[in-house]
């Protein structure tokens, strides 16, 4: 099970449970890692921004970031990394693309965690492997497909 530390960082209405946050975080690191850490900030968009800014070049913000966490070499250590979560960005795609809120969490959660496992989306061949496992396990969890072209 993934030991999961949640950060709420900003005041937002209707987040998700630290509950859904575990569930999220299991299903995608546990075909990966036996035991995995991973702390997730909910944020608010001005840090979201600022740290994209800082990381991405990208002076905007967005919806999840993902860091990576490198041990030192010959060092064993479970922890992934970080998410950083907009919750109101999430809220205005989740609403542009005809998703729920926490459905689009959901997604955001498990995209986030692939990231830190090592999986991209620079290339076609391997945005088309990471969006084949986002559909399942969000499949498994009972989501639609989010990257549906029926809307």
Not at 53 to 79: H, M, Q
Not at 80 to 91: N, R
Request: charged residues 25%; hydrophobic residues 40%.
């Amino acid at each position: 099970m993934t030991e999961l530390d949640l950060q709420i960082a900003c005041e937002f209405d209707d987040l998700p449970s630290f509950e859904q946050f575990q569930l999220w975080a299991d299903k995608a690191l546990s075909n990966h890692r036996e035991d995995a850490e991973l702390t997730i900030v909910i944020s608010d968009e001005a840090q979201s921004q600022q740290l994209n800014n800082d990381y991405r070049g990208k002076d905007k913000p967005t919806n999840v970031l993902s860091f990576p966490f490198e041990a030192p070499p010959g060092i064993e250590l479970p922890l992934v990394g970080d998410l950083i979560i907009c919750p109101a960005i999430v809220l205005a795609e989740s609403i542009e693309q005809e998703k729920t809120f926490h459905d689009h969490f959901a997604h955001m959660v498990i995209h986030g965690c692939l990231h830190l496992l090592g999986f991209d989306h620079i290339k076609d061949e391997d945005a088309l492997e990471m969006e084949s496992i986002e559909k399942q396990l969000l499949a498994d969890l009972n989501i639609a497909d989010p990257y549906r072209d029926d809307i």
